[in-house]
């Protein structure tokens, strides 16, 4: 939502500065908390912004959370969907392997799905692969992907979303060209 103002990274790595810098860029005055497994990293990350804290106890920083983004390596779900408070987006970055997740089948059930590439995630990715085969949520309540990107919307303010990044060489290009378009055009 536009009006987001509290904004939790989970994980402490590479990935979580540049979402910590992308997502400062996106939603200026937001206010930013950090929690990592380990407490050393989280207090670091949080050391080299103004604006951003790190958190402890996980749970409580969902719930307080507008956007809650995670880049970690995960194989067993950190965000639990019972967290997740009405209006909640969550972005997926991490767990990029067949074996990994980083949210449980309950934060899929209760999200709006968005995905980067339905061919790369959905069959090949743990975050939805698992739960596509427990049979926790069908292919069909993937909304969109990047190819049907006029779909990425919000039916609500009330309404959780959810997107998973799959990543790869193909979001790479689509990023490049869309630049190039945009500075094409002058």
Known sequence: RPDSREILIVGAGTVARSLRE????????????????????????????????????????????DIVTCATMSTEPLIRGDWLRPGTHLDLIGAFRPDMREADDRALQRARIFVDNRDTVLDHIGELKIPLAEGAIAATDVQADYYEFSAFQRGSDEEITLFKNGGGAHLDLMTARHVLERWSEG
Not at 23 to 43: I, L, S
């Open 22 to 65: 992308a997502y400062g860029a996106g939603f200026p005055g937001a206010e930013f908390m950090v929690w990592n497994r380990t407490n050393a990293a989280a207090a670091a990350l949080a050391a080299e912004y103004p604006d951003t804290r790190m958190v402890i106890d996980l749970e409580e920083a969902v719930a307080e959370a």
